[in-house]
């Protein structure tokens, strides 16, 4: 899923959590937790845009290498990296990225923990539903 995508879902979870678990937050703190869970939910995506542009990578993935053409061509990009295998290195990425991110949160912005929870967990879970399509669509895990 494209990072802005992943902020709007992320978006919608923490408002719901914060609206039902959270009644006591102010507007301002609601505000906060959404920009912060959202931001962070978008850039997970970053350490993909980092493998694309220092890894040695297949040709058929040298046309993403620039975030447009991610954006111009996501089905196709997606496709690629399940063809090429790159999907694995992706996703070991994405969970040590958010590992790391959560854990730096639960330690030194503990305020925003739930937010960056929910935003991980949201981007997680879109990601692997985005995976598992691509596979099927080429038949390769």
């Known amino acids: 899923m494209l990072p802005h995508k992943h902020f709007i879902v992320a978006l919608v979870l923490i408002v719901i959590v914060a609206l039902v678990f959270y009644p006591a937050l102010s507007t301002m703190d609601l505000v906060l937790w959404v920009v912060v869970g959202g931001i962070i939910s978008a850039a997970i995506d970053l350490d993909v845009m980092v493998l694309l542009n220092t890894a040695k990578l297949p040709k058929k993935l040298e046309k993403y290498a620039k975030p447009a053409g991610v954006f111009k061509d996501y089905k196709g990009f997606m496709r690629a990296l399940c063809e090429t295998g790159v999907v694995k290195k992706v996703i070991v990425t994405h969970f040590s990225f958010s590992a790391v991110l ?25 990601d692997i539903r985005d995976v598992k399509k691509a596979q099927a669509q080429t038949g390769h895990k």
């Open 102 to 126: 959560i854990l730096l949160f639960y330690f030194f912005a503990n305020f925003y923990f739930v937010p960056v929870l929910l935003g991980v967990l949201s981007h997680l879970a879109t």
